[in-house]
C-alpha cells in the first residue's frame, strides 16, 4: 500500500555533511508526519527530526542547529540534512511515515534505515 525508500547514508569525517532522502509511493491521501529516527548500537531508537501537519518541525535537543528536515510535496518525498556531524551521530537512520491512505486508514510505514557513520 505505502513503501518507503531511503537513501543518502554513508562515512564522513567529523564536521562533514551528509543528506539523507526519504520517498514515499503508493496510495497516500495526505501525511499526518514524517520523521526521521535514529538507533545507535546499545541505545534506544530515538526520534530526531519531524515535519508534521501545518508544517510544524521538532527537532531531538542533540541535533539543533545542525540538522535540518525538509520536504519536497511533489515527490512526497523528506531530507534530513546533517551538518557538523560528530561520531555521536553514528547511528542507523530511519524514516518514518504517518499517512492517511486513498482508502481513509491510517498507517505508519517505517524505512529499511540507512547507516551514517562519522569517524572521528
Known amino acids: 500500500q505505502v513503501q518507503i525508500v531511503e537513501s543518502g547514508g554513508g562515512l564522513v569525517q567529523a564536521g562533514g555533511s551528509l543528506r539523507l532522502s526519504c520517498a514515499a509511493s503508493?496510495?497516500?491521501?495526505?501525511?499526518?508526519?514524517m520523521s526521521w529516527y535514529r538507533e545507535a548500537p546499545g541505545k534506544e531508537r530515538e526520534r530526531v527530526a519531524a515535519i508534521m501537519t501545518g508544517e510544524v518541525i521538532d527537532y531531538a535537543d542533540s541535533v539543533k542547529g545542525r540538522f535540518t528536515i525538509s520536504k519536497d510535496d511533489a515527490k512526497n518525498t523528506v531530507y534530513l540534512q546533517m551538518n557538523s556531524l560528530q561520531p555521536e551521530d553514528t547511528a542507523v537512520y530511519y524514516c518514518?511515515?504517518?499517512?492517511?491512505?486513498?482508502?481513509?486508514?491510517?498507517?505508519?510505514?517505517w524505512g529499511q534505515g540507512t547507516l551514517v557513520t562519522v569517524s572521528s
Open positions: 518514518n511515515s504517518q499517512v492517511l491512505t486513498v482508502g481513509r486508514e491510517y498507517l505508519e510505514v
Open positions: 503508493g496510495s497516500i491521501f495526505s501525511f499526518y508526519a
